[in-house]
């Protein structure tokens, strides 16, 4: 689930960053757009590195919100700085947007938006009771807001490649613990007490992941049409 979604965030990013060109026809003024687009996602984001460096005692520097170019060309949105530690503390400072994130995700979705009916329907490829769903949607009471929130929160609470650098390490070292744990007979006790927890926990993420890959599909049609149009009407194009 997870890489259908970070190709779907790409390709409607993309189409959003052209429709912003087409229309500005400057490259400061799409990125500051951009930017606001993506602010309380990005706000959260950071914010929540932040707290959970405070929260496990990490010491902390400079706090951005201003967009910057990387070297590689992509563009990052804001970042805070944290001292390295060990890798369980790096690997929940790392995760603390994706917990933060999937949370409010799924409050909106399931509390604002009642998104678990389409959820379904999308699990068992019930195609014409999501769409109809999907076509209810805009009478829900404040949808525009909740749905905004959703969108920008899910397109940012991924970690980077800098928030998973301590993930690797930190997997095998449990890998390794869980093997000698089999190899002594724990393997039955896993099964029971370990196991359970961690389907629902797993479950849950994939939900979240496919919520917010449902933002983003209902989308991206809309912005692709409008990047076409644009091209037709004003003769400019952004690959």
């Not at 409010?104 to 938006?113: E, G």
């Not at 009642?114 to 829900?140: C, K």
Request: glycine content about 8%; hydrophobic content about 55%; overall charge positive.
């Amino acid at each position: 689930m997870l890489v259908p979604l970070l190709a779907l965030q790409r390709a409607l990013h993309r189409e959003i960053q052209a429709v912003l060109l087409i229309l500005t026809r400057h490259a400061g003024a799409t990125m500051a757009f951009f930017s606001l687009l993506f602010l309380p996602g990005v706000l959260l984001h950071e914010l929540s590195h932040y707290l959970m460096a405070r929260l496990l005692r990490v010491r902390t520097g400079r706090f951005s919100l201003w967009p910057r170019a990387l070297p590689d060309g992509r563009l990052q949105l804001g970042y805070v700085e944290t001292a390295r530690s060990d890798v369980v503390r790096d690997t929940l400072i790392g995760l603390a947007p994706l917990l933060a994130g999937g949370l409010l995700v799924a409050y909106v979705a399931v509390f604002r938006l009642g998104l678990l009916s389409l959820w379904d329907a999308l699990r068992v490829g019930a195609v014409e009771r999501f769409w109809a769903g999907v076509a209810g949607l805009p009478r829900v009471p404040d949808f525009p807001l909740w749905f905004y929130l959703a969108f920008t929160v899910s397109s940012t609470m991924l970690p980077s490649r800098s928030d998973r650098h301590a993930w690797l390490p930190l997997g095998l070292w449990i890998g390794a613990l869980l093997s000698l744990a089999i190899l002594a007979g724990g393997g039955p006790w896993l099964l029971t007490y370990l196991a359970p927890p961690l389907n629902a926990f797993l479950r849950s993420v994939a939900m979240v992941f496919g919520l917010s890959a449902l933002f983003h599909a209902v989308l991206a049609l809309p912005v692709a049409l409008l990047h076409r149009i644009l091209t037709r009407l004003t003769g400019l194009d952004v690959q």
